[in-house]
């Protein structure tokens, strides 16, 4: 493997970009997918500031770093071997080769994943999706969590338990090759993982100092809202650009992804009202991303009619599960596993009950529309496969950090707050 490994690099030095000679790309579709990367791109600083706005003041630098610092070091671990491991030539269903470490053979001209775009193209926009999934889980054990094991633990993650997931469900691995699962835009690979590892994280960091007796207010709302407008716009590279065509396909699954998300915002007001007798502004924040969770499986699959089912239930839904960690007693600082784990789960399951090749030939008929229930069995599968896997690799990653280096901030340090003891910097002077 080491020799392997060192050939591979060599090669990867060596090698000149793909050319184009019998080119099928096309423009249309690169520039829509160039537009839709940095839609994806542009997340993950929405992330930091949704994040960011909901802890307390003395943590908001150290929340923005959490999710800004995995553009620079997902971005290398992608390159060198992430994209490899993911879309590499499959290895008995379960992970890529090493074919494109350091992105040997990766250049210019057509992707083998997608020819009507460049192989680079395709490989930057799926960098992305493996960028904001482990800046999801930082929402979980924000506020308490030291910042270089949790960069170690972060390139761990991504290694030894996104890419894997993606190589199953799209480059080719088992969930694709004998179950043809669907998932459009990430409900498994992204949403499910993610929220399932934080799960892990929360239950590992233990709870913060004083929670949930003592009351942590967010800092700065408006954050938060900015934040939750960002990643509704980026969204929408983020579902339609997964159709990795500027087509019909893409235009349906905008439409579909919008809808779910206005939906949810309004359904997860209404259920706050009429339990507390106010709708907040962090709970329409929080609809909207539930919703944007919940129909991402689906967006290139189901109609308005089921786009609108999805949303409203993943408003209701989520905003139930937001609360199970106070009857659990799990500490996810900022709802991950409520909003991205149910959410993801909810849009995975619902894409096998409302799918519909009238509406994407390329899909699968789900359980209405055919009366069959394989589809749905298969969703379900693969969303077990996904929780199990992520929860028990994330557990023991994080253990192993934890004995190596020590995850949690000390006690005079969580005092302290993370942006000092972290950073060496206060997010206001006022």
Known sequence: MRLGTLTAFGAALLATPAGAAESTINSGDT?????????????????????????????????????????????VQWVVIGYSLAFGSDVGGFIGGLDYFMLNGVGTGPSPMADNLPDLLFMMFQGMFAIITPALITGAFAERIRFVPFAVFSVLWATFVYDPICHWVW????????????????????????????????????????WPAEPMPPNNLPLTVLGAG??????????????????????????MTHLAAATATVTWAIAEHLQRGKASMLGAASGA???????????????????????????????????????????????????????GTWGA???????????NPGGADGLIASGDASVLIAQVVSVLATIVYSLVVTFVLLKLVDATMGLRATQDEEIQGMDLSQHGERAYSL
């Open 31 to 75: 520039a829509w997918i160039l537009a839709s990367s940095a839609l994806v791109l542009f997340m993950t600083p929405g992330l930091a500031l949704f994040y960011g706005g909901m802890t307390r003041q003395k943590n908001l630098l150290s929340t923005l770093m959490h999710s800004f610092f995995m553009i620079g070091i997902i971005s």
């Open 289 to 343: 991303v539930a919703g944007l969770v919940a129909i991402t499986p689906a967006a290139g699959f189901v109609g308005p009619v089921s786009a609108l089912i999805i949303g409203a239930v993943a408003g209701v839904l989520c905003y139930s599960a937001v609360s199970w960690k106070f009857s659990l007693g799990y500490d996810d600082s900022l709802d991950v596993v409520g909003v991205h784990g149910v959410g």
């Open 171 to 210: 480059g080719g691995g088992w969930i694709q090759q004998s179950w043809e699962a669907l998932d459009f835009a990430g409900g498994t690979v992204v949403h499910i993982s993610s929220g399932t590892a934080a799960l892990a994280s929360a239950i590992v960091l233990g709870r913060r100092m004083g």
């Open 230 to 255: 960002i990643l509704w716009f980026g969204w929408f590279g983020f579902n339609a650009g997964s159709a990795l065509a500027a087509d019909g396909i893409a235009a349906s699954a905008f439409v």
């Open 349 to 359: 399951i619902a894409t096998g009950i409302f799918a519909s090749t009238a509406l």
